[in-house]
């Protein structure tokens, strides 16, 4: 099989393209799959968490699945990233620093989830943060992942990827699961057949949670919904058939175009803010003037 991707930005029509692909390629088994690159203007390079999700289904499946015809600006962030070199591409350095790399992680892999993420931001224009912040700020990151590992079911692992966009000034981390998505998560504890764009709606308020037990759950969200507000930053969450973007102080709920497997959390940190962040409880009231 022989399937001609377009062009991939990190917004809705991205992900409408990426399940097309998913679902062109749901029944293929014991097979090939060409995935042609030529007709690609750009592909934002955090987006190769979902593309690459996608692909560990085909793979799944016993199916071959070669790259082909990739433009070469396009094959250099790719090749930097980690993520073509998954298909035969040989590695290349990434002199500036840009790239958060591709990684595909197992359910068991907390550690190494912490440590990538200790590792890979350091130095990609995250706004200034206290000490005790910036311990904060990780540790939510850390939850989105924990969630994908408590809520997906996915037996695929989890998969992440990110990219510093100096110019635009801009970081992008995506977090992808390969499971069962958010709307069979909330019809199973509310048990009735709620849609994909209301079950993310459903999991977006305050205090829900589909995760039984002492410790909390939820998608661990809302102190990385406050920050990138402040920050004037960006989030997104495709699942199944649902899209949430929270973007320019608004949040919108759309439909997918198909049915794109898993879950997928992407944080956009906006680089150009120059404001200093602090937890509440560290400022001093005679700090302010």
């Known amino acids: 099989m022989i399937y001609r991707l377009p062009t991939v930005h990190s917004r809705q029509d991205g992900y409408d393209h990426l399940a097309e692909l998913a679902r062109e390629t749901a029944s293929l088994a014991n097979s090939r799959l060409e995935l042609d690159f030529s007709q690609i203007g750009f592909f934002d390079a955090n987006m190769a968490a ?18 082909v015809s990739v433009p070469d600006m396009v ?60 311990k904060v700020f990780k540790k939510k990151i850390f939850e989105v992942f924990q969630n994908a590992v408590i809520h997906s079911e996915s037996e695929l692992g989890i998969f992440v990827c990110g990219q510093f966009f100096p110019q635009k000034q801009r970081l992008d981390l995506t977090i992808v699961d390969a499971g069962i998505g958010i709307r069979e998560s909330v019809r199973r504890f509310l048990g009735n057949k709620i849609s994909s764009v209301d079950a993310i ?14 410790q909390p759950g939820g998608l661990g969200l809302k102190f990385l919904h406050d920050f990138v507000r402040l920050n004037k930053g960006q989030i997104q969450i495709a699942s199944r058939f649902g899209f949430y973007e929270f973007r320019n ?13 898993g879950t ?10 120059t404001a200093s962040y602090a937890l509440a409880a560290e400022i001093q009231p005679g700090s302010i003037f």
């Open 50 to 67: 979902p593309l690459g999700a996608i692909l560990a289904r085909v793979a799944d499946r016993f199916n071959a699945i070669e790259v």
């Open 75 to 134: 094959e250099r962030v790719l090749r930097k990233n980690g993520f073509l070199t998954l298909y035969r591409y040989p590695t290349l350095d990434d002199e500036n620093r840009t790239t958060i790399p591709f990684r595909r992680l197992q359910r068991s892999d907390e550690g190494l989830f912490s440590d990538y993420v200790q590792r890979h931001l350091r130095g990609k224009g995250i706004p200034q943060m206290t000490e005790g912040l910036g």
């Open 201 to 214: 709606r459903w999991a977006l308020q305050e205090g829900h949670t589909t995760k039984m037990g002492p």
């Open 249 to 261: 102080n608004q949040e919108t709920f759309t439909k997918i175009a198909a049915d794109f497997p």
């Open 264 to 273: 997928a959390v992407t944080i956009e940190i906006n680089t150009a803010d």
